[in-house]
Protein backbone atom coordinates (compact mmCIF):
# COMPACT_ATOMS: atom_id res chain seq x y z
CA UNK A 1 0.00 0.00 0.00
CA UNK A 2 1.37 3.34 -1.33
CA UNK A 3 1.17 5.66 2.37
CA UNK A 4 -0.64 8.80 0.25
CA UNK A 5 -1.42 10.51 3.38
CA UNK A 6 0.25 13.92 2.81
CA UNK A 7 0.40 14.39 -0.49
CA UNK A 8 -2.11 17.46 -1.84
CA UNK A 9 -4.70 17.12 -3.19
CA UNK A 10 -7.21 18.73 -5.63
CA UNK A 11 -10.81 17.85 -4.98
CA UNK A 12 -11.66 18.32 -8.61
CA UNK A 13 -15.18 18.16 -7.72
CA UNK A 14 -17.76 19.09 -4.71
CA UNK A 15 -19.84 21.43 -3.34
CA UNK A 16 -20.22 24.41 -0.97
CA UNK A 17 -20.88 24.26 2.77
CA UNK A 18 -23.76 24.92 5.12
CA UNK A 19 -23.43 28.74 6.71
CA UNK A 20 -23.50 26.86 10.28
CA UNK A 21 -24.63 22.98 10.01
CA UNK A 22 -23.12 22.28 13.27
CA UNK A 23 -26.65 21.93 14.67
CA UNK A 24 -27.91 18.91 12.19
CA UNK A 25 -29.98 16.51 14.41
CA UNK A 26 -29.65 12.67 14.15
CA UNK A 27 -32.69 12.49 11.28
CA UNK A 28 -30.99 15.35 9.32
CA UNK A 29 -27.50 14.52 9.52
CA UNK A 30 -28.56 10.62 8.54
CA UNK A 31 -29.54 12.62 5.18
CA UNK A 32 -26.49 14.00 4.39
CA UNK A 33 -25.35 10.40 3.93
CA UNK A 34 -28.06 9.00 1.71
CA UNK A 35 -29.42 9.63 -1.82
CA UNK A 36 -32.45 8.00 -0.91
CA UNK A 37 -35.36 10.39 -1.54
CA UNK A 38 -38.07 8.84 0.34
CA UNK A 39 -40.42 11.26 2.67
CA UNK A 40 -41.00 10.26 5.28
CA UNK A 41 -37.33 9.63 5.17
CA UNK A 42 -37.03 5.69 6.12
CA UNK A 43 -35.24 5.32 9.67
CA UNK A 44 -33.30 2.31 8.99
CA UNK A 45 -32.10 2.84 5.76
CA UNK A 46 -28.85 4.91 6.68
CA UNK A 47 -27.88 3.41 9.78
CA UNK A 48 -27.74 -0.17 8.59
CA UNK A 49 -25.52 1.29 5.38
CA UNK A 50 -22.30 0.03 6.11
CA UNK A 51 -20.65 2.94 4.54
CA UNK A 52 -22.33 5.11 7.32
CA UNK A 53 -20.98 3.00 9.79
CA UNK A 54 -17.26 3.40 8.76
CA UNK A 55 -17.59 7.07 8.71
CA UNK A 56 -19.38 7.14 11.99
CA UNK A 57 -16.17 5.43 13.53
CA UNK A 58 -14.08 8.13 11.08
CA UNK A 59 -15.78 10.85 12.78
CA UNK A 60 -15.84 9.72 16.61
CA UNK A 61 -12.28 8.94 16.43
CA UNK A 62 -11.29 13.13 14.91
CA UNK A 63 -14.25 14.30 17.46
CA UNK A 64 -12.55 12.37 20.08
CA UNK A 65 -15.68 10.51 21.48
CA UNK A 66 -17.80 6.78 21.18
CA UNK A 67 -17.90 5.40 17.89
CA UNK A 68 -22.22 6.01 17.79
CA UNK A 69 -24.38 8.15 15.99
CA UNK A 70 -26.01 10.02 19.29
CA UNK A 71 -22.18 10.40 20.63
CA UNK A 72 -21.37 12.06 17.24
CA UNK A 73 -24.59 14.57 16.99
CA UNK A 74 -23.42 15.35 20.63
CA UNK A 75 -20.08 16.32 19.80
CA UNK A 76 -20.25 18.16 16.67
CA UNK A 77 -23.34 20.62 18.55
CA UNK A 78 -20.80 21.30 21.20
CA UNK A 79 -18.34 22.41 18.53
CA UNK A 80 -19.06 25.76 16.70
CA UNK A 81 -18.64 25.35 12.39
CA UNK A 82 -15.68 27.06 12.93
CA UNK A 83 -14.29 24.63 15.35
CA UNK A 84 -15.55 21.70 12.93
CA UNK A 85 -14.39 23.65 9.84
CA UNK A 86 -10.59 23.43 11.21
CA UNK A 87 -10.69 19.88 12.46
CA UNK A 88 -11.75 18.22 9.11
CA UNK A 89 -10.51 21.02 6.57
CA UNK A 90 -7.60 21.66 8.21
CA UNK A 91 -6.20 18.55 8.32
CA UNK A 92 -7.12 16.99 5.11
CA UNK A 93 -4.07 18.51 2.89
CA UNK A 94 -6.28 20.08 0.37
CA UNK A 95 -4.49 22.19 -1.95
CA UNK A 96 -8.08 23.23 -3.94
CA UNK A 97 -11.93 22.85 -3.68
CA UNK A 98 -13.48 23.27 -7.45
CA UNK A 99 -17.29 23.92 -6.32
CA UNK A 100 -19.95 23.36 -8.25
CA UNK A 101 -22.04 26.43 -7.57
CA UNK A 102 -25.44 24.55 -8.60
CA UNK A 103 -26.32 22.64 -5.38
CA UNK A 104 -27.43 23.50 -2.93
CA UNK A 105 -28.66 26.32 -3.58
CA UNK A 106 -26.75 29.66 -3.06
CA UNK A 107 -28.41 31.13 -0.39
CA UNK A 108 -28.09 27.91 1.65
CA UNK A 109 -24.03 28.21 1.55
CA UNK A 110 -20.97 30.00 1.91
CA UNK A 111 -20.24 31.49 -1.40
CA UNK A 112 -16.57 31.62 -2.33
CA UNK A 113 -14.62 34.12 -0.41
CA UNK A 114 -16.46 33.27 2.72
CA UNK A 115 -15.87 29.04 2.01
CA UNK A 116 -12.08 30.08 1.37
CA UNK A 117 -11.70 32.02 4.85
CA UNK A 118 -13.58 29.09 6.62
CA UNK A 119 -11.41 26.29 4.73
CA UNK A 120 -8.32 28.22 4.57
CA UNK A 121 -7.90 26.17 1.31
CA UNK A 122 -8.19 27.67 -2.26
CA UNK A 123 -11.55 28.02 -3.95
CA UNK A 124 -12.67 27.42 -7.75
CA UNK A 125 -15.57 27.98 -9.51
CA UNK A 126 -17.71 25.59 -11.92
CA UNK A 127 -21.01 26.87 -13.11
CA UNK A 128 -23.92 25.09 -13.56
CA UNK A 129 -25.41 26.03 -16.80
CA UNK A 130 -28.31 24.21 -16.24
CA UNK A 131 -29.18 27.37 -13.44
CA UNK A 132 -27.55 29.68 -15.49
CA UNK A 133 -30.08 29.02 -18.20
CA UNK A 134 -33.14 29.56 -15.90
CA UNK A 135 -31.87 32.69 -14.75
CA UNK A 136 -31.36 34.03 -17.51
CA UNK A 137 -34.51 33.19 -18.90
CA UNK A 138 -36.14 35.53 -16.01
CA UNK A 139 -34.22 38.05 -17.25
CA UNK A 140 -35.15 38.00 -20.93
CA UNK A 141 -38.42 37.40 -22.95
CA UNK A 142 -37.79 36.22 -26.51
CA UNK A 143 -36.05 33.07 -27.69
CA UNK A 144 -33.06 34.58 -29.69
CA UNK A 145 -32.47 37.15 -26.27
CA UNK A 146 -32.03 34.52 -23.98
CA UNK A 147 -29.85 32.27 -26.66
CA UNK A 148 -27.68 35.33 -27.17
CA UNK A 149 -27.60 36.17 -23.39
CA UNK A 150 -26.52 32.62 -22.47
CA UNK A 151 -23.92 32.65 -25.48
CA UNK A 152 -22.64 35.69 -23.63
CA UNK A 153 -22.87 34.31 -20.19
CA UNK A 154 -20.98 31.17 -20.90
CA UNK A 155 -18.47 33.17 -23.41
CA UNK A 156 -17.25 35.15 -20.46
CA UNK A 157 -16.39 32.49 -17.96
CA UNK A 158 -12.81 32.82 -18.28
CA UNK A 159 -13.14 36.36 -17.82
CA UNK A 160 -15.33 36.33 -14.74
CA UNK A 161 -12.46 33.18 -13.25
CA UNK A 162 -14.31 30.64 -13.90
CA UNK A 163 -12.70 27.13 -14.05
CA UNK A 164 -15.03 25.08 -16.08
CA UNK A 165 -18.35 24.70 -16.71
CA UNK A 166 -20.98 21.69 -15.60
CA UNK A 167 -24.01 20.35 -16.58
CA UNK A 168 -26.64 17.85 -15.32
CA UNK A 169 -28.17 16.75 -18.32
CA UNK A 170 -28.28 13.27 -16.90
CA UNK A 171 -30.99 14.37 -14.29
CA UNK A 172 -33.03 15.83 -16.91
CA UNK A 173 -33.47 14.41 -20.43
CA UNK A 174 -29.99 12.45 -20.53
CA UNK A 175 -26.96 12.11 -21.95
CA UNK A 176 -27.95 10.58 -25.26
CA UNK A 177 -27.14 14.51 -26.54
CA UNK A 178 -27.64 15.27 -30.32
CA UNK A 179 -28.43 18.51 -31.93
CA UNK A 180 -31.59 19.52 -31.99
CA UNK A 181 -33.90 21.32 -34.37
CA UNK A 182 -34.07 25.06 -33.93
CA UNK A 183 -37.83 25.15 -33.84
CA UNK A 184 -37.98 22.70 -31.68
CA UNK A 185 -35.59 24.42 -28.80
CA UNK A 186 -37.38 27.51 -29.47
CA UNK A 187 -41.32 25.86 -28.97
CA UNK A 188 -39.57 23.99 -25.98
CA UNK A 189 -38.05 27.28 -24.57
CA UNK A 190 -41.34 29.14 -24.82
CA UNK A 191 -42.62 25.99 -22.66
CA UNK A 192 -39.91 26.79 -19.90
CA UNK A 193 -40.51 30.40 -19.42
CA UNK A 194 -44.65 30.30 -18.84
CA UNK A 195 -43.43 27.23 -15.80
CA UNK A 196 -44.39 28.57 -12.71
CA UNK A 197 -40.45 27.23 -11.50
CA UNK A 198 -38.68 27.35 -14.81
CA UNK A 199 -36.46 24.64 -15.32
CA UNK A 200 -34.68 23.32 -18.66
CA UNK A 201 -36.26 19.60 -18.86
CA UNK A 202 -37.10 19.13 -22.29
CA UNK A 203 -35.04 16.73 -24.23
CA UNK A 204 -34.18 20.28 -27.41
CA UNK A 205 -33.58 22.35 -24.40
CA UNK A 206 -31.33 20.34 -22.48
CA UNK A 207 -29.38 19.31 -25.60
CA UNK A 208 -29.06 22.95 -27.09
CA UNK A 209 -27.69 23.87 -23.26
CA UNK A 210 -25.78 21.54 -23.28
CA UNK A 211 -24.56 22.39 -27.41
CA UNK A 212 -23.54 26.11 -26.07
CA UNK A 213 -21.83 24.88 -23.20
CA UNK A 214 -19.24 22.90 -25.69
CA UNK A 215 -19.41 25.63 -28.07
CA UNK A 216 -18.02 28.21 -25.44
CA UNK A 217 -15.69 25.38 -23.69
CA UNK A 218 -14.16 24.97 -26.72
CA UNK A 219 -13.41 28.69 -27.04
CA UNK A 220 -12.23 29.35 -23.96
CA UNK A 221 -10.24 26.16 -23.39
CA UNK A 222 -12.01 25.01 -20.53
CA UNK A 223 -12.95 21.52 -19.00
CA UNK A 224 -16.88 20.52 -19.23
CA UNK A 225 -18.29 18.39 -16.06
CA UNK A 226 -21.08 15.82 -16.82
CA UNK A 227 -23.22 13.95 -13.69
CA UNK A 228 -23.06 10.59 -14.72
CA UNK A 229 -24.05 7.46 -12.97
CA UNK A 230 -25.26 7.45 -9.21
CA UNK A 231 -27.72 10.16 -8.47
CA UNK A 232 -30.60 10.86 -6.20
CA UNK A 233 -33.98 9.42 -7.32
CA UNK A 234 -34.08 12.73 -9.41
CA UNK A 235 -32.32 11.08 -11.97
CA UNK A 236 -33.36 8.41 -14.49
CA UNK A 237 -30.37 5.86 -14.22
CA UNK A 238 -30.67 4.39 -17.62
CA UNK A 239 -30.20 7.70 -18.86
CA UNK A 240 -26.95 8.53 -16.94
CA UNK A 241 -24.60 5.79 -18.36
CA UNK A 242 -21.80 7.47 -20.29
CA UNK A 243 -21.40 5.38 -22.90
CA UNK A 244 -23.93 8.32 -24.14
CA UNK A 245 -21.66 10.71 -24.19
CA UNK A 246 -19.26 9.02 -27.00
CA UNK A 247 -20.76 11.12 -29.82
CA UNK A 248 -20.74 14.43 -28.08
CA UNK A 249 -16.68 13.88 -27.44
CA UNK A 250 -16.52 13.50 -31.37
CA UNK A 251 -18.70 16.35 -31.56
CA UNK A 252 -16.12 18.29 -29.84
CA UNK A 253 -12.82 16.69 -29.66
CA UNK A 254 -10.91 20.10 -28.36
CA UNK A 255 -12.99 20.04 -25.47
CA UNK A 256 -12.01 18.10 -22.02
CA UNK A 257 -15.19 16.16 -20.64
CA UNK A 258 -15.02 15.23 -17.07
CA UNK A 259 -17.43 12.25 -16.03
CA UNK A 260 -18.24 12.98 -12.27
CA UNK A 261 -18.66 9.97 -10.05
CA UNK A 262 -16.44 7.26 -12.09
CA UNK A 263 -20.22 7.32 -13.63
CA UNK A 264 -20.73 4.26 -11.26
CA UNK A 265 -21.93 1.67 -11.87
CA UNK A 266 -20.60 2.13 -15.10
CA UNK A 267 -17.02 2.87 -14.32
CA UNK A 268 -15.69 0.24 -16.41
CA UNK A 269 -17.33 1.43 -19.25
CA UNK A 270 -15.97 5.10 -18.64
CA UNK A 271 -12.02 3.82 -18.29
CA UNK A 272 -12.91 2.04 -21.36
CA UNK A 273 -13.74 6.01 -22.81
CA UNK A 274 -10.79 7.50 -21.42
CA UNK A 275 -8.74 5.18 -22.83
CA UNK A 276 -10.42 5.82 -26.48
CA UNK A 277 -11.18 9.14 -26.20
CA UNK A 278 -8.19 11.43 -26.27
CA UNK A 279 -10.49 14.12 -24.44
CA UNK A 280 -12.42 11.75 -21.62
CA UNK A 281 -11.77 12.14 -18.34
CA UNK A 282 -12.49 9.84 -15.35
CA UNK A 283 -13.81 11.70 -11.94
CA UNK A 284 -13.54 8.81 -9.47
CA UNK A 285 -15.35 10.71 -6.14
CA UNK A 286 -14.93 9.26 -2.92
CA UNK A 287 -17.39 11.05 -0.28
CA UNK A 288 -20.10 10.33 -2.46
CA UNK A 289 -21.65 8.08 -4.59
CA UNK A 290 -21.69 6.35 -0.68
CA UNK A 291 -19.68 3.46 -1.01
CA UNK A 292 -18.05 0.91 1.53
CA UNK A 293 -14.19 0.61 1.09
CA UNK A 294 -14.09 -2.58 -0.94
CA UNK A 295 -16.44 -1.48 -3.51
CA UNK A 296 -14.56 1.92 -3.63
CA UNK A 297 -11.21 -0.46 -3.79
CA UNK A 298 -12.66 -2.20 -7.02
CA UNK A 299 -13.73 1.32 -8.39
CA UNK A 300 -10.20 2.40 -8.28
CA UNK A 301 -8.94 -0.53 -10.36
CA UNK A 302 -11.65 -0.63 -12.51
CA UNK A 303 -10.63 3.40 -13.72
CA UNK A 304 -6.71 2.79 -13.71
CA UNK A 305 -7.30 -1.02 -15.23
CA UNK A 306 -7.88 0.46 -18.58
CA UNK A 307 -7.55 4.43 -18.40
CA UNK A 308 -4.18 5.99 -18.40
CA UNK A 309 -3.66 7.64 -14.97
CA UNK A 310 -3.05 11.06 -17.46
CA UNK A 311 -7.11 10.30 -17.52
CA UNK A 312 -8.42 9.82 -13.63
CA UNK A 313 -8.88 12.72 -11.52
CA UNK A 314 -9.99 12.81 -8.00
CA UNK A 315 -12.85 14.63 -5.98
CA UNK A 316 -14.84 13.67 -3.00
CA UNK A 317 -18.24 15.40 -4.31
CA UNK A 318 -18.40 15.90 -0.79
CA UNK A 319 -21.88 18.28 0.35
CA UNK A 320 -23.05 21.13 2.60
CA UNK A 321 -20.45 19.40 6.08
CA UNK A 322 -17.06 19.52 6.15
CA UNK A 323 -16.67 16.00 7.49
CA UNK A 324 -17.93 14.84 4.04
CA UNK A 325 -14.55 16.41 2.41
CA UNK A 326 -12.38 15.37 4.95
CA UNK A 327 -13.66 11.74 4.49
CA UNK A 328 -13.21 11.98 0.49
CA UNK A 329 -9.70 12.85 1.59
CA UNK A 330 -9.46 9.50 3.88
CA UNK A 331 -11.00 7.27 1.51
CA UNK A 332 -9.48 8.13 -1.81
CA UNK A 333 -5.97 8.40 -0.21
CA UNK A 334 -6.65 4.92 1.11
CA UNK A 335 -8.29 3.34 -2.15
CA UNK A 336 -5.80 5.27 -4.35
CA UNK A 337 -2.56 3.99 -2.65
CA UNK A 338 -3.99 0.70 -2.30
CA UNK A 339 -4.70 -0.12 -5.88
CA UNK A 340 -1.10 0.90 -6.74
CA UNK A 341 0.49 -0.62 -4.25
CA UNK A 342 -1.50 -3.92 -5.30
CA UNK A 343 -0.49 -2.97 -8.91
CA UNK A 344 3.09 -3.37 -8.00
CA UNK A 345 2.89 -6.17 -6.34
CA UNK A 346 1.20 -7.65 -9.31
CA UNK A 347 4.24 -6.48 -10.90
CA UNK A 348 2.06 -3.28 -13.93
CA UNK A 349 3.82 -0.88 -12.28
CA UNK A 350 7.59 -0.10 -10.65
CA UNK A 351 7.33 1.94 -7.38
CA UNK A 352 8.45 5.28 -9.03
CA UNK A 353 5.79 4.81 -11.63
CA UNK A 354 3.07 4.28 -9.22
CA UNK A 355 4.45 7.42 -6.75
CA UNK A 356 4.14 9.36 -10.55
CA UNK A 357 1.16 8.04 -11.35
CA UNK A 358 -0.71 9.01 -7.84
CA UNK A 359 0.73 12.69 -8.03
CA UNK A 360 -1.66 12.91 -11.24
CA UNK A 361 -4.63 11.40 -9.88
CA UNK A 362 -4.38 13.54 -6.95
CA UNK A 363 -3.84 17.03 -8.10
CA UNK A 364 -1.43 17.08 -11.16
CA UNK A 365 -3.86 16.40 -14.07
CA UNK A 366 -6.44 18.76 -12.46
CA UNK A 367 -3.69 21.68 -11.71
CA UNK A 368 -3.11 20.86 -15.68
CA UNK A 369 -6.67 20.66 -16.79
CA UNK A 370 -8.39 23.50 -14.97
CA UNK A 371 -5.33 25.44 -15.17
CA UNK A 372 -4.43 25.86 -11.39
ZN1 LIG B 1 -21.69 16.74 -7.22
Not at 123 to 144: H, P, S
Request: aromatic letters at 6%; a negative charge; glycine letters at 8%.
Amino acid sequence: MLDLSHIPLVDNHCHGLFADGSNLDAAAYRHRFSECSGDPFPPDHTTTAAHYLWALRQIAGALGCEADEDAVIEARRARTQGELDRLFLGTASIDWLLVDDGYPAPDQVSDRDELAARSGIRVGWLERAETVAVRLAGDTRRFEEWDEALTAHLGSARRRGVCGLKSVAAYRSGLMIGEPDLDDVRAAHGRMARMAVPRVQEKPLVDHVVGRVMEAAAAQELPVQFHTGYGDADADLRLADPLHLAPLMRRFPEVAVVMLHGAYPWTRSLAVLAATYANAYVDVSYAIPFLTAHEQHAVTHQALGAAPASRILYSSDAVGIPEQHWLGAVRGRRAVGAALGEMVDAGDLSGADAERLAALIMHGNARRIYGL
